[in-house]
């Protein structure tokens, strides 16, 4: 019942935006962008914090007049940075974080754009990646973990700004190529090629990057950090192809696939792997 009924949705939405391109396409453009870019999910209400981030010491960062919420569980002087994905926010690490705290590290993770306590209504990997870069300057970390679009931004952020303080990179279940999701996107709400192409005019003026080359794995051949890219065989979210094309070309990466975990990637043996390859 609830898949017909997102389907309908997702239809009715879709027919309204058409219908709006032949009257106003820049109208269109704007709305259709702002459901791609807008989460539902993951905010943190009314500023009540889960028990997992209560322990955490908090830290708020500001970038283009919005401000976004770190967390901090003090350790050693070897940082690492954890960096959630889409309709998630810090919380999502609470299974990984009590394999992490006995290492002895600090830890610090972060809330995306419009996610957690973080301002802002827009999500997207290139202004995460800003956040990531902020905070980055101030604490250097060493070995950075990212799940779902958070990788991809921990991609684009290396990509950009070719950071070498940072020796070991986590992907779980992480997107690569933009175009996909773009459009995937358009095709979920039947978009017509009108706003599709202006859509991705609109993503070049954003991100001075042309979708076509907005590829992770493309980045990745550049890189020169120890990598563990782990994705599972049956994720719906991120497809498997995904993982496997960082994988081909990232020069210094181990690749694990997993089975059965879906998109979320929460699993003990996975890790115990990932402790191990940061120790």
Not at 53 to 81: D, H, P, R
Not at 169 to 192: E, Q, R, W
Not at 233 to 238: A, G, L, P, T
Request: one cysteine or more.
């Amino acid at each position: 019942m609830q898949k017909i009924q997102l389907f309908l949705l997702t239809k009715t939405v879709g027919f309204y935006l058409n219908c709006l391109s032949f009257i106003n396409v820049e109208k269109a453009k704007n709305k259709a962008y702002q459901l791609f870019s807008q989460p539902r999910k993951g905010r943190l209400k009314n500023g009540v914090l889960p028990k997992t981030l209560q322990s955490a010491t908090l830290e708020t960062f500001e970038y283009n007049n919005k401000k976004f919420q770190t967390y901090i569980w003090k350790g050693n002087e070897e940082v690492i940075l954890l960096v959630h994905g889409w309709e998630s926010n810090a919380s999502r690490w609470k299974k990984l974080l009590h394999h992490l705290k006995p290492l002895g590290k600090t830890i610090i993770a972060i809330d995306g754009p419009a996610h957690g306590l973080s301002e802002g209504r827009e999500f997207n990997a290139p202004k995460f990646a800003e956040y990531i870069n902020i905070v980055v300057q101030k604490y250097q970390p060493k070995i950075v973990i990212g799940h779902s679009i958070g990788g991809a931004a921990i991609s684009f952020y290396l990509h950009k700004y070719k950071n070498t303080s940072i020796k070991k990179v986590i992907l779980l279940g992480a997107p690569s190529d933009f175009k996909i999701i773009a459009d995937n996107f358009v095709k979920l709400l039947s978009l017509n090629n009108r706003i599709k192409h202006m859509l991705e005019t609109y993503y070049f003026e954003k991100f001075s990057i042309d979708i076509n080359d907005f590829a992770a794995h493309k980045f990745a051949q550049n890189f020169t950090q120890k990598a563990l890219i782990a994705h599972d065989i049956e994720d719906k979210v991120v497809l498997v192809e995904e993982g496997r094309k960082y994988a081909k070309y990232w020069k210094n990466a181990i690749y694990i696939e997993t089975s059965g975990l879906g998109h979320s990637m929460h699993d003990l043996e996975l890790y115990l792997k990932i402790v191990d390859f940061i120790t």
